[in-house]
């Protein structure tokens, strides 16, 4: 069981001179959305990022930042000046200025802004079309993170274990108070009856079916057992390596439902707080499982 937030960091050599550094920072979210950073010049490899993230994760906002710095070797070769280009240039210009009398020197920092003077071919190089390094240094990443999500699973896991362990304790409470409903809910009907002065005649057959229809309405066998079917099963998925947050988040649910529908059929003061305290545990369990994958 896995957590939905975490970070990783890899930092991959290629031997072309070129190095990949990647940060991947995992929080909370209902579905999985990915953002990838990557410098202007290696933008085309978004795509495959997000094709290596997808196949490893499932839930999360997962941000992807990507840093490539080149050594000084990669960019002699990556790199040139256009002196032809800017030669060109140059004349041209002056040429315009002794025509029509245009006063100004042109300095460096002009010439290199002009179109084509400097050359990259960072875009086209081959490093750009690693995809080997591409995978070793995102993956390498994404192991880390994984691996943190791992760790904050095992304890929300703990957590969660420990708090469904209580819910159970409350469910053995309630359950002999639950059993004992019908016969006192059937008693103190029968005594309205008597005390309202009506002639009741304790062998009528209709007053007995509707007894036992009133004695059925506040039984809450059924709900006592799916409770607990649903703490089998909520161990069941915590204890699974896939993604359960999904799982879990809807088992919550039942069980909101479940307990709900006993609170309201077994209208005891001595049961009411113990709702009460099942529904509070159980918000909490719902709001760890928000962090869970």
């Not at 007053?207 to 089998?232: N, Q």
Request: aromatic share 6%.
């Amino acid at each position: 069981m896995n957590s939905m937030t975490g970070y990783g960091f890899s930092e991959h050599r290629c031997n072309s001179g070129v190095t990949f550094s990647v940060e991947v920072f995992s929080v909370n979210k209902k579905n999985l959305e990915l953002r990838v950073s990557l410098p202007k010049e290696a933008l085309q490899l978004e795509p495959f990022v997000r094709q290596i993230a997808a196949k490893r994760l499932s839930r999360g906002f997962i941000t992807i930042r990507i840093n490539i710095k080149a050594e000084e070797s990669f960019l002699k070769d990556s790199v040139k000046i256009n002196e032809a280009l800017a030669h060109v240039y140059l004349k041209k210009i002056r040429n315009m200025q002794e025509r029509h009398d245009i006063p100004g020197v042109m300095g460096i920092s002009d010439i290199i802004r002009l179109p084509g003077v400097i050359e990259d071919d960072l875009e086209s190089s081959e490093f750009m079309k690693s995809e080997e390094d591409l995978i070793l240094s995102v993956n390498a990443a994404l192991d880390k993170l994984i691996e943190m999500r791992m760790r904050e699973g095992e304890s929300l896991k703990a957590d969660i274990e420990n708090r469904i362990s209580f819910l159970e304790s409350i469910v053995v409470k309630v359950r002999p108070m639950a059993e004992k409903i019908p016969e006192l809910q059937k008693e103190q009907l029968l005594k309205r009856l008597n005390e309202s002065g009506l002639q009741i005649d304790s062998g009528d057959e209709r007053l007995l079916r509707e007894l036992v229809i009133f004695s059925d309405k506040s039984d809450v066998t059924e709900e006592i057992t799916r409770l607990k079917s649903h703490f089998k099963q909520f161990r069941e998925f915590m204890n699974k390596s896939e993604p359960c947050g999904r799982s879990l988040d809807f088992l919550t649910q039942e069980l909101q439902r479940e307990i709900t529908t006993v609170g309201n059929k077994a209208l005891q003061s001595e049961i009411t707080p113990l709702i009460v305290e099942f529904k509070t545990e159980l918000e909490k369990i719902r709001e760890q499982i928000q962090n869970i994958e």
